[in-house]
């Protein structure tokens, strides 16, 4: 049996509608992920020291705020000194159009901006933390 | 896409019936008893007699963004469109109580809303503005003594008699823990500095709300219209209790409760929402309180529409939808109405956006006769049936809170929280699904084309500007004087004295907002979230 997907959810910044972040927690535990939710305003260190204590297969990060650029760039050079270079991020949240392919640009490996239907997110997310798990 | 087939329900899940008659009605003198007159408890029909008639509803977009000059040119140009008060959005370091110049603080500077350090700041933010003829709205909760303290002495600069100062600060920290999540203290210490505005303003400020309490975020974080109602209510159960054991009169200091509902699409349901919410706060009041004067039972309320229910795919159908919402904050006889930006599933709001906005609420107030009669719903076989329903069903989920422990408690036991997430979760698995239809999203979906639209965006150099001001400001100040306001901010919270008067000789002092905050998280500590599961 193959063990499962283990998917760490964080709020990074200061931004508290955890809303969406909730929901896709719930929707990977229904899918069989064994999913940790680090809760609000988890810093860049601590999310990474998160991931590497819970050996996860893949970051879910949700910014509503507008500072996903520079959420995001932190959470990346961090995830780089933790040495966790192979583990997917994906972002979800008040993206705007213009902004997904410059998160993709600096290393997100996916996004989902509002209105992402909920199955899709998943199927998504799955497809990644198999690719990270091989 | 298939028509939905079987019983239909509302979005709280009340089974709606092919056809409404008289016989849903009930007994006429019974229903003329639960409807009384508008301006007369219980208020069903409306807060005042002649409702819209005497005076449109105050349209109030909520607006802020990087520096107090910069959200001070929105606040005129709003003014210029006709926009009758204010309403200030904060960025999220200033609702939880970081400068500007705090490293955590840096990424958040002037994205969601003003970025507010000093009382300098909230005089920048309203110069040429007069304070003392202008509603002003404030969303702040966690911070909003300081907030408070720095409109205060804003408006002593600007010679304003503070008798005459009007409008509403948020003060509600309750939902923050139950959705918004801009909470810094634990909930009861939280609870203290809310009695202490309330207590304050009841004193000092005859024409200022000192509280808006707020079902709008539960809703908006995916609870139901039902639980939106029954949360507001407890909440607001559970300030009035505070206030009373405080030795207050209910008498004094109910009549200046505000409310804040969202109204989402189900048209008739949030108009019978709104309707039973009015019915449910003058029977709390009188039951539960003893309140004796009409205006400690009548619940005004603010309405903010619905941001969930927008969607980023093919926005300029949002535009459609805010109109139905601003509809039916109308139907349901709203003091206060803001409308989204049709672009705010992907940006804070662009001039274009929040121009439209307002202008939806001038058509239906100026175009639509809707105004013309007093809660002109009333007597429908279906909306009355749906009012009493929707009273009699957030009830139950009020004894179910006041069971917990009255909604302090029922909050830290995370009761509440775990049935906005359920229902967030239900409603995204039926878009997912199809049994929800959401155009442009799940069904009339168009990839070929997209919408060329101009978002707003934040000027970079923003940040920079707030930082230097700031550090310009307590280069300037005298560091004595602030250090001594602070310490006597600290001996009143240690002995259990009203924070307002230190925290306004502070601001006067040239204290900071982070400075303010760290004396109160230094003696209240802070909290911490429970997991979600």
């Known amino acids: ?134 | 896409m298939s028509e939905a087939r079987g019983p239909r329900t509302t979005d709280s899940g009340i089974e709606v019936a092919p056809l409404y008659t008289p016989h849903d009605l009930g007994d006429p003198a019974e229903l003329k008893q639960r409807l009384g007159h508008p301006g007369q408890p219980p208020f069903t029909r409306g807060p005042y007699e002649e409702m819209y008639r005497e005076r449109l509803w105050t349209m109030r977009q909520y607006a802020g963004y990087g520096s107090a000059s910069e959200t001070n040119q929105r606040f005129r140009y709003l003014l210029s469109q006709g926009q009758t008060a204010l309403s200030v959005a904060f960025d999220l370091p200033t609702q939880l109580g970081l400068d500007s110049t705090d490293p955590t603080a840096k990424p958040e500077v002037g994205r969601v809303g003003v970025a507010i350090d000093t009382a300098d700041d909230m005089v920048e933010l309203f110069n040429g503005l007069p304070l003392d003829q202008l509603s002003v709205n404030f969303t702040i909760n966690a911070t909003a003594p300081i907030i408070l303290a720095f409109y205060l002495v804003a408006a002593e600069q600007q010679g304003s008699d503070r008798s005459q100062l009007a409008g509403t600060l948020q003060n509600d920290i309750l939902k923050e823990f139950l959705a918004r999540k801009t909470f810094i203290y634990p909930p009861e210490p939280s609870m203290r500095l809310v009695g202490d505005v309330v207590e304050y303003c009841t004193a000092e400020l005859p024409r200022f709300n000192p509280i808006s309490i707020t079902g709008y975020h539960a809703r908006e974080a995916g609870c139901n219209a039902i639980q939106e109602l029954a949360l507001t209510m407890s909440d607001a159960i559970a300030y009035a209790t505070l206030l009373v054991d405080r030795g207050l009169s209910f008498d004094a200091f109910a009549p200046r409760f505000s409310f804040h509902f969202a109204t989402t699409l189900e048209l008739f349901e949030e108009v019978a929402k709104l309707r039973a919410a009015r019915r449910l706060w003058a029977k709390i009041a009188r039951d539960r309180f003893g309140a004796t004067k009409p205006e400690a039972m009548r619940l005004r309320f603010f309405s903010g529409c619905s941001g969930a229910t927008l969607t980023a795919q093919q926005p300029l159908n949002n535009v459609v939808r805010s109109t139905i919402q601003c509809l039916g904050a109308v139907l349901g006889g709203a003091q206060s109405i803001h409308v989204m930006g049709y672009d705010e599933a992907m940006a804070i709001p662009s001039d274009a956006a929040v121009t439209l906005a307002l202008r939806t609420q001038q058509i239906l107030g100026h175009e639509t006769g809707v105004v013309d009669t007093v809660d002109p719903l009333a007597g429908s076989y279906f909306v009355e049936s749906l009012t009493d329903q929707i009273e009699a069903r957030a009830n139950e989920l009020i004894q179910s809170i006041d069971e917990a422990g009255g909604a302090v408690r029922a909050i830290e036991a995370g009761l509440p929280q775990h049935w906005i997430a359920e229902n967030a979760y239900r409603i995204e698995r039926a878009i997912s699904d199809g049994t929800t239809v959401k155009v442009g999203v799940n069904a009339y979906t168009d990839d070929s084309k997209t919408e060329d639209l101009t978002l707003f965006e934040i000027d970079d150099q923003s940040r920079d500007r707030q930082c230097s001001r700031l550090e310009a400001h307590i280069a300037g100040r005298d560091g004595s004087a602030t250090m001594a306001a602070l310490g006597s901010l600290a001996e009143a919270i240690r002995s259990e004295q009203n924070v307002m008067g230190p925290l306004i000789d502070a601001a006067r002092a040239g204290a900071t907002l982070g400075e303010m905050s760290s004396v109160l998280k230094d003696h209240f500590g802070t909290h911490r979230e429970p997991p979600p599961w």
């Open chain 1, 1 to 134: 049996m193959n063990k499962p997907v283990r998917v760490l959810i964080v709020k990074p910044g200061l931004d508290g509608h955890d809303r969406g972040a909730k929901v896709v927690a719930f929707a990977l535990r229904d899918a069989g992920c064994e999913v940790i939710y680090l809760g609000l305003r988890s810093t860049a260190e601590e999310i990474m020291t998160a991931a590497t204590q819970e050996d996860v297969d893949l970051i879910g990060a949700s910014v509503l705020s507008g500072a996903h650029i520079e959420l995001v760039s932190d959470l990346l050079t961090e995830r780089s000194h933790h040495g966790l270079d192979n583990t997917p991020i994906v972002v979800g949240g008040i993206v705007p159009p213009g902004d997904v392919d410059r998160l993709l640009q600096l290393g997100v490996d996916d996004v989902f901006p509002a209105g992402t239907v909920l199955t899709d997110v998943v199927s998504r997310v799955m497809a990644l933390a198999d690719r990270s798990l091989r």
